[in-house]
């Protein structure tokens, strides 16, 4: 008997969390059943309590005071002993029934998700038929305000493809905390950001403001390489921007997904593209997320 499943992932801050606990109160409402899975070793306040965490296995304060290890370190330590543990999982999520969705809640750090295969090894442990057999789908969150700086959302887009390919299962992208950019992006302008695209760097705001204040932007050869600023101004930048984006265009995999996790239609909305990821729903069709909920901001 299958089960069902999502993976909230994404960068530190970007709200995973809070989504967990809005799609959880979300699933309550409706008369669903969810089973909230903790696999950051290093959260230490939920809003609704885990039925399962991996910080009952290990934690990463202990890990780094026993093992003098930094937080990545010690991040990457924590679930390579799970790895060696996943009994833990088993025994917790065998007996449940495809009624409940469960939800794992993931750690930030980046390197999880891009050159270590640590978590498509748990990918294919959870998703495996005949063991737990869990149709998992991956939700990857972006923070919203990162549409204000492209380098930011370009580097955060790369950062979701990286994951789409390394996990290799149903994936959606999201773009969290939309109630922090109603007043700051147009609604016509946010809608750029929806699909990832070469052209946003034209209209780059931190780059015509450089440019309004008279600074040069076309060399930085010999620039200091201890000078932030012009390290991020400069041309060497820039291409290194537009190459992010050129691949980003290339594969053509990445594109998202409005979220805002104090509104209940948008988390309703999400849930549905979930559902039609892990085929929750045979006949169902995800519900088209409300343009209308995001106000024009002035120009």
Known sequence: MSKYG??????AGAGKSTFCASLITHLQLNRRSAFYVNLDPAAESFEHTPDLDIKDLISLEDVMDE???????????????????????????????????????????????????????????????????????????????FVVDRAKYFAGSLSAMSAMIMLEVPHINILSKMDLVKNQVRKKDLKKFITPDTSLLLDDPADLA????????????????????????????????????QLLETFSMVSYLKLDSTDEDSVGAILSYIDDCIQYHEAQEPRELKDEEFDEAEE
Not at 6 to 11: F, Q
């Open 6 to 11: 999502v993976m909230v992932m994404g960068p």
């Open 67 to 145: 093992m003098k290890l930094g937080p990545n370190g010690g991040l990457i330590y924590c679930f390579e002993f799970l790895m060696e543990n996943l009994d833990f999982l088993t025994e917790a999520l065998d007996s449940l029934t495809e009624e409940y969705l469960i939800i794992f809640d993931m750690p930030g750090q980046i390197e999880l998700y891009t050159h270590i295969p640590i978590l498509p090894t748990l990918v294919k442990f959870l998703t495996t038929p005949g063991a737990l057999d869990i149709r998992l789908c991956a939700a990857y969150l972006l923070e919203a305000t």
């Open 210 to 245: 450089r440019r309004k204040a008279g600074e040069d932007t076309s060399d930085d050869q010999y620039a200091d390489p201890q000078d932030k600023n012009a390290m991020l101004s400069g041309a060497t930048f820039k291409r290194l921007n537009t190459a992010v984006a």
